[in-house]
Structure formats: C-alpha cells, structure tokens
C-alpha cells in the first residue's frame, strides 16, 4: 500500500512542487494539502494520512500547535508529522520536536532526500540527520543546559551501556553505525534504544536526542 501524504504549508507554489515530486514515486500518494495548521486538523481527521509534511510558520495556526494536537498524548491515529524548516532553522523547530515531531527536513532539500524522508518516517522511524542535528541544538546552545547541572532522576534509571547508546543517539548515530561503534550487534543496540526511550517516557530518537542536551548529558558543539 501506498504512504499516504498530507501537504501543509501556506505556500501554494511549495505545495505544488512538493506534490509533483512525491506522485512521482509509486509507493507514495499525496492525499490533501493545507494551508494552515486548522486546516492540517480536519485534514488529519478526514483523510488519515500515514505522514504530514508539516510547515512551521503559518497563519491562524502554526505548525508547531498543529503537531501537538496530530501527535499528542491520547492519540491513536497513524500519522507522523515531518517537519519543514528553512536553512537557518526556524527557532520553533525544537519546539516541534517536543511536541511530537519525528523529524525535520529543510525545505531546499533534494527531491530525493525529501522522500527517503518521508519513507523513514511512516515505518516508524525518526529522521534525524547529524549535520542538521547538531548546527539546530548548536544554534540553541544558550538555551540548553551547560552540562554542569544536576541531571534529572529520570537519567539515573539507565544502565551505563544505555546512557552511551544515548550520547550515540544524540548524535544522528543510526542503530548500524551505533553497533560498529560499541562491537555489539544492531538487534542489541535496537534492544538497548527501546528500554531508553521506555525508562525515559520518550516517543522516539529525536525525543532522545533532544532530551540528552536538555538534561545536560550532551553539551552542544561537544563531539
């Protein structure tokens, strides 16, 4: 079955070019489009769709309520949002995260980063690319924890094998590049990210990645 796709963006001319690369690909089917995040709701609410590209700027409502509202505690539906942000990311964009998010990509990006994106993100996965990664939590360096703060409790009810595959996490690493880094194999590093995103009440990696510099476990810019 196709990937079912929700356009959102208050960009008519964004929306048309996203929908002409996307129809390209036989395994995903653009469904509707929004202009606003009110739109984005009943949209979500009538179509089901399997992902939204989800804009961060637009009027009446933005992106980052929308998110909330699409992937909130409670919800039982199936989509997952992606969100759209320009090449010097929006300030919101960690605010989407925390909302739910499982990802971002940047509007510019080529055609076929765009839907390898989408395809990650509807298998449940997260999308979260190390270069994008670090210059967004570098850019909020002042709003993040030094690292010199007490970590929370909630940090101290991992194993120290599991805070590494964090700090790991935190860095784009994926489960395969993770293996290679520790010599274990990529069922124990999957086993290892589950308990931490179980023991941490988190959704998914970008979750962790986010909250690994909220907690003051990764300093930004630290390797």
């Given at each position: 079955m196709a990937i079912r796709v929700l356009?959102?963006?208050?960009?008519?001319?964004?929306?048309?070019?996203?929908?002409?690369?996307?129809?390209?690909?036989q395994d995903l089917a653009v469904v509707g489009e929004a202009g606003d995040g009110l739109q984005a709701?009943?949209?979500?609410?009538?179509?089901?769709?399997?992902?939204?590209?989800m804009d961060i700027r637009m009027p009446r409502m933005d992106g980052v309520e929308a998110?909330?509202?699409?992937?909130?505690?409670?919800?039982?539906?199936?989509?997952?949002?992606l969100v759209l942000?320009?090449?010097d990311l929006d300030e919101y964009v960690v605010e989407a995260l925390r909302a739910g998010a499982?990802?971002?990509?940047?509007?510019?990006?080529?055609?076929?980063?765009l839907v390898q994106a989408i395809r990650v993100v509807a298998a449940?996965?997260?999308?979260?690319a190390p270069s994008i990664?670090?210059?967004?939590?570098?850019?909020?360096?002042?709003?993040?924890?030094?690292?010199e703060e007490p970590v929370p409790d909630t940090l101290h009810t991992l194993t120290d094998r599991e805070v590494e595959v964090l700090k790991l996490v935190s860095r784009g690493l994926s489960n395969a590049e993770i293996a290679a880094d520790l010599f274990v194999s990529e069922t124990t590093v999957k086993t290892h990210v589950g308990h931490v995103l179980t023991k941490l009440g988190l959704r998914d990696r970008v979750q962790a990645a986010v909250y690994a510099y909220e907690s003051g476990l990764v300093r930004p810019g630290a390797q």
């Open positions: 356009l959102v963006d208050d960009q008519p001319l964004l929306r048309t070019g996203f929908r002409m690369i996307l129809e390209a690909e709701l009943d949209q979500v609410r009538a179509l089901q769709p399997d992902v939204v590209l998110t909330r509202q699409i992937t909130g505690p409670g919800r039982d539906g199936p989509a997952k949002v942000t320009t090449f499982s990802g971002f990509l940047l509007k510019d990006a080529p055609a076929h980063e449940g996965e997260a999308m979260l990664t670090r210059r967004l939590l570098d850019k909020y360096a002042t709003h993040l924890p030094s690292g």
